[in-house]
């Protein structure tokens, strides 16, 4: 790396933790850098005025890009080495140094394992103070040395649990009538699991494809095994399943936050009979990174803490704690409403429980008229920005427009950060002044929401490189975040066919779905 060089930025989903051979790098302290020198687009809603205008003064040509001024490029200086790959520089260092707080990683430090193996984004933003030679060591890499080489594990276990660990179990319900000492003992006994493959997108892109079935599912707790502790979902997702018949039955899934076999660790507390195994298996989906808190804690330290009716409460209303409804195969019980057992099979084969803002169509009250795709294009430039097609089982389609996921595999590798989490409200965005036309997003994608477009000048004519080849830029769906009211495909539909949901909220999911 040459000094200025970014190494990694605060936000990024990086797979890679880096040992410094030779040189230094700086740390970004606080504040945080700002979105444009980062290569992040700054969200600004339009005024009324200019709501109103773009329904008039829309390009004719499709894809055209106003924003690609140079002026744009001013935060950011993006070079192609020799090999082809893309080098981001920070401008102006001294000033940036005088007004941020920093600190200097020099030759034998080490930095990025926690992201790199727990999946969660990056908690600085790193670049080159002096030239440099970094040691890059993918996830895969890392978890295997620490498998053989004890003072690896115990460093990173160690570095975990003083920067990330406390604060993130401090942070859930679950520990939150825990003092310090005894969330200090927690923390020390908590155990870190793995399992799936990080960049699981593109393998299972591939099966899809080919017509196969979804990769084998690594299980992380089997069904009438002890119940020797509580799962806690960091990173990635996870399918509850229960045995039926020759095979397993989805009862739910988990995300991050959420957790599996506190209700069998409760109910076996304080007793010496009528002990209950783990009710269901747990296996991996894509990848899961994941925590599990032994029944020996639990029993010592977490419960005596929790008031009885809090406990009671709390277990009736986690998602894990629902069971599945044996009295009639086909269906799945989710809160009070009913999920049919086919929905919940096809929504798991499919990851869309990933997505935050996933558009589902009722197509028994959809009547084509397009008014959906009409209202995009209106407020992209005459550019719709999802295609109103997808997947279907029974009545409902999951058409391919960006679902804003949970866990966003199309940020990884991003070699600019063009693409990123909106700091506001966490929408995925891509930052066109800044996309390269990499394509890295658009084949992480599993979805098909990203899509490769030739871009055009005021004037229409497409716009070339130095070999004379025409542009790219990736688009998706945007949730409208620049227009008042939000998307607008939801807001024009005449008969509330289309809805934006959260496939997390399966209360929510099932209450429309049985409407």
């Not at 504040?31 to 200019?50: C, D, V, Y």
């Not at 990025?112 to 969660?120: F, N, P, Q, V, Y």
């Not at 040395?145 to 942070?171: C, F, N, P, Q, W």
């Not at 089982?393 to 991003?414: E, F, Q, R, S, T």
């Amino acid at each position: 790396y040459k000094p200025g060089e970014i190494v990694v930025r605060q936000g990024d989903y990086g797979n890679s933790a880096f040992l410094i051979l030779s040189g230094a790098v700086r740390v970004v302290l606080k504040p945080e850098l700002p979105s444009s020198i980062l290569g992040r687009s700054e969200t600004r809603r339009k005024g009324f005025f200019q709501t109103i205008a773009q329904l008039w003064s829309n390009p004719k040509q499709p894809e055209v890009r106003k924003e690609l001024e140079r002026s744009a490029h001013v935060n950011l200086d993006a070079r192609q080495d020799k090999k082809g790959e893309v080098r981001v520089f920070l401008q102006d260092v001294p000033r940036l140094l005088g007004k941020y707080q920093t600190a200097i990683l020099e030759t034998g430090e080490f930095f990025g394992e926690i992201s790199a193996l727990g999946r969660i984004p990056r908690t600085a933003s790193i670049f080159c103070e002096a030239p440099a030679e970094l040691l890059e060591i993918r996830w895969q890499g890392l978890r295997d040395i620490m498998r053989y080489d004890s003072g690896l594990k115990d460093h990173v276990d160690r570095i975990y649990r003083e920067r990330a660990l406390s604060t993130h179990l401090g942070s859930l319900k679950l520990f939150q009538y825990l003092d310090e000492s005894a969330l200090a003992k927690v923390t020390a006994e908590a155990q870190f699991v793995t399992y799936g493959d990080y960049e699981w997108s593109g393998e299972y892109k591939r099966l899809l494809k080919s017509g196969s079935k979804a990769a084998a599912e690594p299980v992380i707790l089997k069904e009438g095994d002890y119940a020797n502790g509580v799962l806690l979902i960091r990173a990635g997702f996870a399918r509850v399943s229960q045995r039926f018949g020759n095979g397993q039955r989805t009862s739910t899934y988990l995300g991050s936050g959420q957790s599996y076999g506190l209700d069998e660790i409760a109910h076996n507390w304080k007793k010496t009979v009528d002990l209950q195994p783990f009710q269901s298996t747990v296996s991996a989906l894509g990848y899961t990174h994941a925590l599990i808190i032994p029944t020996a804690v639990m029993e010592k330290v977490v419960l005596p803490t929790i008031p009885a009716k809090e406990l009671a409460t709390f277990l009736s209303t986690r998602p894990a704690a629902r069971k599945t409804a044996h009295d009639n195969p086909s269906e799945s019980s989710v809160g009070d409403s009913v999920v049919g057992q086919e929905m919940m099979e096809f929504l798991a084969e499919n990851r869309f429980f990933n997505g935050t803002k996933t558009m589902l169509i009722d197509l028994e009250a959809c009547t084509r008229c397009d008014d959906c795709v009409r209202a995009c294009a209106a407020t992209h430039e005459n550019n719709p920005r999802f295609l109103r097609h997808g997947p279907i089982n029974g009545k409902v389609m999951v058409a391919n427009a960006c679902m804003h996921c949970a866990d966003p595999v199309c940020l990884i590798g991003c070699p600019t950060g063009a693409i990123h989490r909106n700091a506001a409200e966490g929408e995925v965005v891509i930052n066109q002044v800044t996309c390269i036309g990499c394509q890295v997003c658009s084949n992480n994608c599993p979805y098909e929401a990203i899509r490769m477009v030739q871009i055009r000048n005021d004037k229409g004519g497409l716009l070339v490189d130095e070999q004379m080849k025409p542009l790219l830029k990736a688009t998706k769906c945007d949730l409208c975040l620049e227009q008042h009211g939000g998307p607008a495909c939801e807001r024009a539909c005449p008969h509330g066919a289309l809805v934006r949901m959260n496939m997390r909220d399966l209360d929510t999911f099932s209450t429309w779905l049985n409407r």
